[in-house]
């Protein structure tokens, strides 16, 4: 059985620092706004007539389908980023596409790679035009262990 499909959606991003990875990720996560909740990961298609919203509080402990890029790093005085775009198509009927990216280094990189991802998959691949693309960073200098985190939530 399949549910319905998302119709609104928002950006989000965190970064956080603790004593173990498992921890510094779930910082993120709470800093993101989603920590908690459930998280089930999506691969990377946005509804038609999806529209974006203000990101809300989540209920906790309820199941939230998102794609997102994480990256954490026990290295100090390492720089980490994650991106996430989404493309939103011009026809409304039409598929969107959100790309995910984490990696060492500031967000400018990571961010063009994501946008770009989303112009080639949508244009290219699938050969559908786009109205716009949405993206968030999140980026953070190790101190200690750190976590980076950025996300497209889909809602009901």
Known sequence: MFGPPATRFFLTSGYGEASTSLNAFDAALLKAKVGDTNLVKLSSILPPRCAEIQPYELPKGSLVPLAYGALVCEDAGTVIS????????????????????????????????????????????RGVRIREIKSISATLTVQRVGAVFAAVVLCP
């Open 82 to 125: 994650a991106s996430v775009a989404v493309g939103i198509p011009e026809d409304s009927e039409a598929a969107g596409l959100i790309m995910e990216c984490a990696q060492i280094g500031g967000p400018q990189g990571c961010e063009r790679s994501v946008r770009e991802m989303v112009q080639e998959g949508m244009e290219t691949i």
